[in-house]
């Protein structure tokens, strides 16, 4: 049974009437973002949300009714197709909810980074979170599971 949060419109499929995340993503590798996005999924599908996954290219946007935009950083530049994306579906970023998440090595001043995305979006996200990536080695990085999770029940509750 899935969860139809307050105050979006849920998508009906079949008998039942659901709420549909997007999660979109664009990054150069498999490795961080990657792994967040999983993260993402899991923590939105036990809290009762659909999901749909993907890169800009892949995802039905009809299908959603919010959306999770991540970007990984590289040289200082969030990805050119997650840009794209929000230049190409402006109309509905500006109607449905809409949250953004950078996955990069910056942990001071992320926001130098996240400007990128949300100067492009039609209205501010309703929240925006970094995620500390890394370069070869893992470190700590399974701590941003929990950082993943929390943001997810934030998402949740602002939407209910
Ligand atoms: C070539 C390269 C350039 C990077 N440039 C930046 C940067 O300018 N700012 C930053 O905060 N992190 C930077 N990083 C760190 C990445 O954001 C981090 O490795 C992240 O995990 C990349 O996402 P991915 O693991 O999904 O590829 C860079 C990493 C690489 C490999």
């Given at each position: 049974m899935k969860r139809?949060?307050?105050?979006?419109?849920?998508?009906?499929?079949?008998?039942?009437?659901?709420?549909?995340?997007?999660?979109?993503?664009?990054?150069?590798?498999?490795?961080?973002?990657?792994?967040?996005v999983e993260w993402l999924k899991a923590a939105?599908?036990?809290?009762?949300?659909e999901v749909e996954v993907g890169k800009p290219e892949e995802?039905?946007?009809?299908?959603?009714d919010l959306?999770?935009?991540?970007?990984?950083?590289?040289?200082g530049a969030v990805q050119e197709p997650i840009l794209a994306f929000i230049d190409q579906n402006q109309d509905l970023l500006r109607e449905k909810p809409v949250a953004t998440f950078i996955v990069c090595k910056?942990?001071?001043?992320?926001e130098c980074h996240?400007?990128?995305?949300?100067?492009?979006?039609p209205k501010e996200p309703m929240t925006w979170i970094n995620f500390e990536g890394y370069l070869l080695r893992k470190g700590d990085f399974e701590k941003q599971q929990s950082k993943a999770n929390t943001w997810v029940k934030d998402i949740i509750s602002r939407l209910s």
């Open positions: 139809q949060i307050g105050r979006i419109t849920p998508t009906r499929n079949g008998a039942s009437i659901m709420t549909t995340v997007g999660i979109v993503y664009s990054t150069k590798r498999k490795k961080a973002t990657v792994q967040v939105f599908e036990s809290n009762g949300l995802i039905n946007t009809q299908d959603c959306f999770v935009l991540g970007t990984s950083v590289y040289a910056e942990v001071e001043t992320p996240m400007n990128l995305v949300i100067e492009k979006l």
